[in-house]
């Protein structure tokens, strides 16, 4: 049976069960789900625009791929949702103008830094700052703005506002960061990144619906499987895959083999991955106006039962 991918709005063959997957198009850490869907998965699947969201608030929906923040903020009142499978882990970056005086992080007191609020880049900065430079947010101001996936970027977006001065410095994901770069000159730019403090997370998600019905958890199992051989290929052969993630998502090569060294395909659940959600949950309750989560609530949106399965039938 040849795999079969399904655009957004064509049905699967009369009596066929297609997997619905919901995912930001625009961004890189989705493109290995497509990938698997087109070459890996024997199966159907049709794709939506969008994430944890849709799979909360559309039964049709079985799997959605989004970074851990999301989760925790459709989690609080979606108990419902599980992270079955790890896609990608992306160590973020802020780049600053070194003209504005900055060579350490601490520098950053008193300066506009673009990011936006409420999403992992959020988190990312002031995780980042209150960790590894004890800036609290009232010693730096927040500037929103918009993205860009090549250049030259326009009026409004993070590398735009970095080359002309509006803001100080910004972080977010790739390939945002690295256009930042490239538009103010990198010999002009300070990086700063550890993965050690913080990295996304980018996971597939399912529900506990989804994975009780026995017909659907083994689609999902299936899909599981071949994901794992797809991620492989991203992770020990970028080459192969440089085109196809272009054109998914727009960005072309070159700037995908600048920024491809700061993903991580291996996959698995990250073994800290709870210590990660606890902590996180914390600043997304307080963006969110709600009480953070107790760790033991949290450990049930974990669900490593789906991998075990897809490794076990695999021998």
């Given at each position: 049976m040849q795999?079969?991918?399904?655009l957004?709005?064509v049905?699967a063959?009369?009596?066929?069960?297609?997997?619905?997957?919901?995912a930001?198009?625009n961004?890189?850490?989705?493109?290995?789900l497509?990938?698997?869907?087109q070459d890996?998965?024997?199966?159907?699947?049709s794709?939506?625009?969008?994430?944890?969201?849709?799979?909360?608030?559309d039964?049709?929906v079985?799997?959605a791929?989004?970074?851990e923040t999301?989760?925790?903020?459709?989690f609080?009142?979606?108990?419902?949702?599980?992270i079955?499978?790890?896609?990608?882990q992306?160590?973020?970056?802020i780049?600053?103008n070194?003209a504005?005086?900055i060579?350490?992080?601490?520098?950053l007191?008193g300066k506009k830094?673009?990011?936006?609020?409420?999403?992992?880049?959020?988190?990312f900065?002031?995780?980042?700052?209150?960790?590894?430079a004890?800036l609290?947010?009232s010693?730096y101001?927040?500037?929103?703005?918009n993205?860009c996936?090549?250049?030259p970027c326009?009026?409004?977006t993070?590398?735009?506002?970095?080359?002309?001065?509006?803001?100080?410095?910004?972080?977010?994901?790739?390939p945002?960061?690295?256009?930042?770069?490239?538009?103010?000159g990198?010999?002009k730019?300070v990086?700063f990144q550890?993965k050690?403090?913080?990295?996304e997370?980018?996971?597939?998600?399912?529900?506990?619906e989804?994975?009780?019905d026995p017909?659907k958890?083994?689609e999902?199992?299936?899909?599981l499987?071949?994901l794992i051989?797809?991620q492989?290929?991203?992770e020990?052969?970028?080459?192969?895959?440089?085109?196809?993630?272009s054109?998914?998502v727009?960005?072309?090569?070159p700037?995908?083999?600048k920024?491809w060294r700061?993903?991580?395909?291996t996959?698995?659940?990250?073994?800290?991955?709870l210590?990660?959600?606890v902590?996180e949950?914390?600043?997304v309750?307080?963006?969110?106006?709600?009480?953070?989560?107790t760790?033991?609530k949290?450990?049930?949106?974990?669900d490593?039962?789906?991998l075990?399965?897809?490794?076990?039938a695999?021998?």
């Amino acid at each position: 049976m040849q795999p079969k991918f399904l655009l957004l709005g064509v049905l699967a063959p009369l009596g066929e069960c297609a997997l619905k997957i919901a995912a930001a198009f625009n961004v890189i850490e989705y493109v290995p789900l497509l990938t698997t869907s087109q070459d890996y998965f024997n199966g159907s699947a049709s794709f939506v625009n969008g994430g944890v969201a849709n799979i909360v608030r559309d039964t049709t929906v079985d799997l959605a791929g989004n970074a851990e923040t999301q989760a925790l903020r459709q989690f609080n009142n979606n108990p419902s949702l599980r992270i079955i499978w790890n896609v990608a882990q992306v160590p973020y970056r802020i780049a600053a103008n070194k003209a504005r005086g900055i060579s350490a992080l601490k520098d950053l007191k008193g300066k506009k830094i673009g990011t936006v609020s409420g999403t992992s880049a959020g988190y990312f900065i002031e995780h980042f700052l209150s960790t590894s430079a004890g800036l609290k947010p009232s010693d730096y101001t927040v500037v929103s703005g918009n993205v860009c996936h090549e250049a030259p970027c326009g009026s409004g977006t993070f590398p735009y506002m970095l080359a002309r001065g509006e803001i100080d410095a910004f972080g977010f994901w790739e390939p945002i960061l690295q256009l930042g770069i490239d538009a103010l000159g990198e010999n002009k730019t300070v990086v700063f990144q550890d993965k050690k403090v913080y990295r996304e997370i980018y996971n597939l998600h399912s529900t506990k619906e989804k994975l009780a019905d026995p017909k659907k958890r083994k689609e999902i199992v299936q899909f599981l499987r071949a994901l794992i051989k797809a991620q492989q290929v991203f992770e020990m052969q970028p080459e192969k895959v440089y085109a196809r993630v272009s054109k998914a998502v727009d960005v072309s090569v070159p700037l995908l083999e600048k920024v491809w060294r700061v993903h991580d395909w291996t996959g698995g659940i990250p073994e800290d991955l709870l210590d990660v959600l606890v902590e996180e949950d914390k600043y997304v309750a307080r963006v969110d106006k709600r009480t953070a989560a107790t760790r033991e609530k949290l450990k049930t949106l974990i669900d490593t039962s789906v991998l075990e399965e897809a490794l076990r039938a695999k021998t």
